[in-house]
């Protein structure tokens, strides 16, 4: 199932500096993105989402943009702290109420 | 802030026992889901329940699986008969409404079938 992909597995950034998380998908009638957190022994943590008739939405420190010609999502953090460490999920909402995600990107912020 | 809980933590089963797996969702929540991640691969749908039935369910989801709220607070998945390709992580989530409300998820049962 390669509806949604996140090519990176792993991204190190220095404290302070932005993060940006990748996620492209392919079928152009996605309506509603989301990502999540996840932390070793805990569930995934919503962090933002984003429905097609947007292109930017902003949460903190949290960044989402959705450029639909593209299908491609991309999470920025802007700045990165030692406790965003953590694996990153995209997500897309499939028909009916199914969350589809991807495999995940590990960000490493050294302090 | 409210959360969905579920237990156990970690669940030990011989091949081709039942197991209960058991959530709590978030109280006001109206749809509920499970989801599971087999160790190194991608988080997987299994099943979504609203107004006690079920609403959409994946191909994963086969007669060895059921789901039941049997009170007003918990969320069960039952899997009938183990086998050793069930051994994975089960997620529970909850979500206020249907699309657009973002699902919540529990810290998740780690299976191990034996």
């Known amino acids: 199932d390669q509806q949604v992909k996140q090519n990176s597995p792993s991204l190190s950034v220095q404290e302070g500096r932005i993060s940006i998380l990748n996620c492209d998908y392919t079928n152009s009638m996605f309506d509603y993105f989301l990502w999540y957190k996840k932390y070793p022994a805990e569930g995934p943590t919503f962090l933002i989402s984003i429905s097609s008739i947007k292109d930017k939405n902003e949460d903190g420190r949290f960044t989402v943009f959705l450029n639909k010609s593209a299908k491609h999502l991309s999470l920025h953090i802007v700045p990165s702290q030692p406790g965003d460490s953590a694996v990153y999920f995209c997500a897309v909402l499939n028909a009916g109420n199914m969350l589809t995600f991807g495999g995940g990107t590990r960000l490493m912020v050294k302090p | 802030e409210p959360e969905v809980t579920q237990t156990p933590s970690h669940q030990v089963t011989q091949m081709g026992q039942e197991v209960i797996l058991r959530c709590v969702p978030i109280?006001?929540?109206?749809?509920f889901y499970w989801y599971r991640q087999i160790l190194g691969q991608k988080v997987e749908f299994l099943v979504s329940f609203y107004n006690n039935e079920i609403s959409e369910k994946s191909e994963i989801f086969d007669d060895q699986f059921s789901v039941e709220r049997p009170d007003g607070s918990n969320f069960t998945l039952k899997i009938r008969s183990t086998k050793l390709e069930d051994s994975a992580m089960y997620f529970c989530?909850?979500?206020?409404?249907?699309?657009?409300?973002?699902?919540?998820f529990g810290d998740g049962t780690r299976l191990s079938i034996l």
């Open positions: 109280s006001n929540h109206l749809y």
């Open positions: 989530a909850s979500s206020g409404g249907y699309r657009n409300q973002p699902q919540h």
